[in-house]
């Protein structure tokens, strides 16, 4: 199994711009989260997601971030229109929902916005 | 919002050594797990203990965790080089909820 794939690795953008986060899990995972990592704050939970659903979101930020599963192997988060405060690693991670949870994370888009 | 905090935010120790970091947290829990995290990369689960458990062992790591304190601890023994790294507690709070701390950053001298 590859893993967590997420992509791009890195994306460089000016403010303004849209930017799409991509993620694929690990097949048969039915769980997806994505988190943010900062120095300042650590890592925050942004959304997860069971068997595809939105389960909570009260980690999103602003209405300028929205997150996608339209299927179980493919998740986006979006960011319209970027600000330079949302520089940041953000992280995919999956798990098996009901198997205690251990979560499998991506390696991550360095994102940052000039 | 955090639910863990990890504590010490640094440590450095000699190799050989054992390391200790220690993980609050604020509310019920059905697990904790800890992770570590190496520069640049993701994070990668170590191992997790139930509310049920007190103890845990895996190689030469050692968790502990109080469920009436709330609190757990993540024991290195005998660290090495490649030990360093920073280590980060995750809870599982309402709803499947994982939340993590904002780690302990691990350096293991030479």
């Known amino acids: 199994d590859a893993g967590v794939i997420q992509s791009p690795r890195h994306e460089v953008t000016e403010m303004g711009q849209e930017v799409t986060l991509r993620c694929k899990p690990i097949s048969g995972h039915n769980s997806l989260f994505w988190y943010r990592q900062t120095m300042m704050r650590g890592l925050e939970l942004l959304i997860y997601f069971n068997n595809n659903v939105p389960i909570d979101d009260s980690g999103m930020p602003e209405d300028r971030f929205s997150a996608k599963m339209p299927n179980a192997s493919f998740s986006t988060l979006k960011i319209q229109p970027s600000e330079p405060r949302d520089s940041a690693v953000y992280f995919c991670?999956?798990?098996?929902?009901?198997?205690?949870?251990?979560?499998?994370f991506g390696s991550g888009t360095q994102l940052s916005v000039l | 919002s955090q639910q863990g905090e990890e504590d010490p935010q640094a440590l450095s120790i000699q190799e050989g050594e054992n390391a200790t970091m220690n993980c609050s947290y604020k509310t019920s829990i059905n697990n904790l797990q800890w992770y570590r995290q190496n520069s640049g990369r993701g994070l990668v689960h170590l191992i997790l203990?139930?509310?049920?458990?007190r103890e845990k062992h895996s190689g030469r790591l050692r968790v502990t965790l109080d469920t009436s304190k709330k609190s757990s601890s993540l024991l290195i023994t005998a660290s090495r080089a490649a030990d360093t790294a920073s280590y980060f507690c995750?809870?599982?709070?309402?709803?499947?909820?994982?939340?993590f701390g904002k780690g302990t950053r691990l350096h293991i001298l030479p």
């Open positions: 203990i139930r509310s049920n458990e």
């Open positions: 991670a999956s798990g098996q929902q009901g198997g205690n949870e251990k979560l499998f």
């Open positions: 995750a809870t599982d709070a309402m709803n499947d909820k994982i939340i």
